[in-house]
């Protein structure tokens, strides 16, 4: 199947610092990615859809100039954390889907502790 | 919130019997889909569903899909220890950009 790889798988920082979490698609162009976070024992919540050339699409609540994702290539999408908090601490997720795919392809996760 | 409802939050069973895992959601959709997530780690797609299907299976897997109930089940048989994982279902609403909305998941323990 796809493979979709995504780094860092973890990250601890310091407060005020920004984190660069990259996703590729390793087998197949990715049209679409998608950025997700999850907290502990919950679901996943979608943040935004990156469209390859275009801007972002986040979703009701997620602020843009915090989460900046960015979509340069057919395999690769970038979520930049700036100025990270405490409360950005959480597992962040990307996933990707090809041309006219239905199913997602998922990365293995950046469990980010901001401290 | 469009995300659907699974029942139950965690089953807990021993190796040999069935799990059959429950998602609800709120409007028509495309298709929807079953992932996997074993604890830390991304996810994995298992089956999909179309909204004109109303039974699919792969392998130990059988899903079925009531668009009447907005509804659908994930029954893995002859459970092994090796099928310990989250579960989520995750919906393809109609019109909509293609995302995938998840339902709160389904942890499931196999007991060896």
């Known amino acids: 199947g796809a493979v979709v790889s995504q780094h860092p798988s973890r990250v601890i920082c310091k407060s005020g610092t920004s984190v660069k979490i990259e996703c590729r698609s390793l087998?197949?162009?990715?049209?679409?990615m998608f950025w997700y976070r999850q907290f502990p024992k919950q679901s996943l919540m979608l943040m935004a859809t990156s469209n390859e050339g275009s801007k972002a699409t986040y979703e009701q609540g997620v602020e843009k100039d915090k989460f900046l994702i960015n979509h340069a290539s057919l395999t690769l999408s970038t979520l930049t954390v700036t100025s990270a908090h405490p409360e950005d601490s959480s597992f962040y997720i990307c996933?990707?889907?090809?041309?006219?795919?239905?199913?997602?392809?998922f990365g293995s996760g950046t469990q980010l502790s901001v401290l | 919130s469009q995300q659907g409802e699974e029942d139950p939050q965690a089953l807990s069973i021993q190796e040999g019997e069935n799990a059959t895992m429950n998602c609800s959601y709120k409007?028509?959709?495309?298709?929807l889909q079953w992932y996997r997530q074993n604890s830390g780690r991304g996810l994995v797609h298992l089956i999909l569903i179309r909204s004109n299907e109303r039974e699919k299976h792969s392998g130990r897997l059988r899903v079925t899909l009531d668009t009447s109930k907005k509804s659908s089940s994930l029954l893995i048989t002859a459970s092994r220890a090796a099928d310990t994982a989250s579960y989520f279902c995750?919906?393809?609403?109609?019109?909509?950009?293609?995302?995938?909305?998840f339902g709160q998941g389904t942890t499931l323990q196999v007991k060896p």
């Open positions: 409007t028509s959709i495309n298709n």
């Open positions: 995750a919906t393809d609403y109609s019109g909509n950009t293609g995302k995938l909305i």
């Open positions: 087998d197949f162009q990715a049209t679409t």
């Open positions: 996933s990707a889907r090809g041309r006219q795919g239905e199913k997602l392809f």
